[in-house]
């Protein structure tokens, strides 16, 4: 199509950049060094059994998420998941942001060992309807 070969680009880095870059290296592989990570596989619960009480798999696992930062670190974190709009022409990501008010209510209440299982469970469904409602608008 008229690009040419591509060629591999050389940078003349400062001292000062290639020690940051050597920072950020060593910083990335402590956090590696320190992630834990045990998957789980059930035959018990997947897609269907979200169906049947007719929640979404994508919600159910941001609000997973969110619960998990709120249990371990006392807060639910600012996240963001890529959506796509490669529908549209010239389609591009968008940005979903998990981190609602709803989805802090849930994951706090889920904390709470005062609150009841209709409230939590109401405030699941919430937070994963909030979810839904922003994926489709991050698509339109």
Do not use: W
């Amino acid at each position: 199509s008229g690009l040419g070969v591509p060629q591999r680009l050389k940078f003349d880095l400062s001292s000062s950049t290639k020690s940051s870059i050597e920072k950020a290296d060593k910083d990335l592989q402590g956090v590696l060094a320190n992630l834990e990570l045990a998957p789980f596989q059930s035959e018990e619960f997947g897609k269907n059994r979200l169906k049947k009480h007719k929640l979404g798999a994508d919600g159910f696992m941001q609000m997973g998420f969110q619960l998990a930062h709120q249990r371990m670190k006392g807060y639910t974190p600012a996240t963001y998941e890529s959506a796509s709009t490669a529908a549209f022409k010239h389609g591009r990501t968008e940005t979903i942001r998990s981190a609602t008010p709803e989805a802090a209510a849930f994951a706090k209440a889920f904390c709470d060992d005062s609150v009841s299982k209709d409230v939590r469970a109401g405030l699941l469904r919430a937070a994963i309807k909030r979810h839904g409602d922003i994926t489709k608008g991050a698509g339109t």
